[in-house]
């Protein structure tokens, strides 16, 4: 008895720091899953939950763009473009809920992936594009921009992966950005923002779609 005392005495302390060690590696690992700025998840991150939502025929991809946002921070400055960031990423993680996932593709460019139980996703939508418009709280009174917001249903378009409806997602915004209608849809077919390919006015003329990669 006095042994076995000894020995779990003697392995406590051995315990106590690996259980801390692994306390610590899982928030370095949730840290650097997540946007310092916006509180979202990175690209890979986002990516991860994604990919397990599209499982679900229901799953809605949404890919949103904020606009004008280069003008912002060249006229306000960056603190103003982080304040209108921050309020962009907070509103859409509101919309999306702990049943989604959204995440910060990079820069002013945030990506969602929803269940739609409903058959409500156009609706939603709508009420999200405009709840995104709104004035930011603190903000300076002359900036005001809108974000085009670009969806498409992965029931639609049956065996296509994430990086593929992204890719369409993102056609359907840019288009909306372009014809400045806020929000759109992609059909079922191959949908062009302009002549040249995919949002050549802003990214030079390409045809590819978004570079996400794929988790395992």
């Known amino acids: 008895m006095i042994t076995l005392l ?68 060249d006229r306000y400055g960056h603190a103003a473009g982080d304040v209108l960031l921050k309020a962009t990423a907070q509103r859409l993680a509101h919309y999306v809920g702990p049943a989604g996932v959204a995440g910060r593709l990079g820069g002013d460019e945030f990506a969602a992936v929803v269940i739609d139980r409903n058959g409500t996703a156009a609706d939603l939508l709508a009420v999200l594009h405009g709840v995104l418009a709104r004035p930011v709280d603190g903000q300076t009174p002359d900036v005001h921009t809108t974000v085009s917001l670009g969806w498409v249903r992965a029931a639609d378009h049956p065996g296509e992966d994430l990086s593929r409806l992204l890719g369409r997602a993102d056609e359907a915004m840019y288009a909306a950005k372009q014809a400045r209608a806020g929000i759109r849809r992609a059909g079922l077919g191959r949908l062009f923002a302009t002549v040249a390919g995919r949002r050549s006015g802003r990214r030079g003329a390409r045809t590819d779609v978004p570079p996400v990669g794929m988790a395992a």
């Open 6 to 73: 000894t020995a779990l005495a003697t392995a406590a302390p051995l315990l106590a720091g690996w259980a801390l060690h692994a306390l610590w590696l899982r928030r370095r690992l949730h840290t650097a899953r997540r946007d310092p700025l916006t509180g979202l998840r990175t690209r890979e991150g986002f990516t991860r939950r994604a990919t397990s939502l599209l499982r679900d025929e229901r799953a809605v991809v949404v890919l949103a763009d904020v606009d004008r946002f280069k003008h912002i921070n």
